[in-house]
């Protein structure tokens, strides 16, 4: 499985941002889904998850309620809707899949995109 992740760019305080992940190869809707994110100088975080059915947890208080996980199995595709976006959103974000959801948990995947660069100016 190929992750390409698309949809970053600069945007500011406020604004909102969808972005993209494609899945190439057989049996993504095998697959849980999860963004991450990675500010600069800090660990690389788990934002939100969706399992195969919709399903779907938020990992990260700071970013719950303004982001939304949505997968179109069809499509194989992964999005992440991002709406009040923070300079503190700033960040090279990750799509992931993984067989199991604890490895997302646990910061680990069995596949990861290339990272979309979203910056949030003040």
């Known amino acids: 499985v190929q992750l390409q992740a698309s949809g970053g760019g600069l945007v500011q305080a406020g604004g909102s941002l969808r972005l993209s992940c494609a899945a190439s190869?057989?049996?993504?809707?095998?697959?849980?889904m999860g963004w991450f994110r990675q500010a600069p100088g800090k660990e690389r975080e788990l934002i939100a998850r969706i399992i195969w059915s919709g399903v779907t947890t938020y990992a990260d208080d700071s970013v719950k309620g303004r982001s939304t996980i949505s997968r179109d199995n069809a499509k194989n595709t992964v999005y992440l809707q991002m709406n009040s976006l923070k300079p503190e959103d700033t960040a090279v974000y990750y799509c992931?899949?993984?067989?199991?959801?604890?490895?997302?948990?646990?910061?680990?995947?069995?596949?990861w995109g290339q990272g979309t660069q979203v910056t949030v100016s003040s």
């Open positions: 190869g057989r049996s993504f809707s095998s697959y849980v």
């Open positions: 992931a899949a993984a067989y199991y959801s604890s490895s997302l948990l646990r910061g680990e995947a069995d596949y």
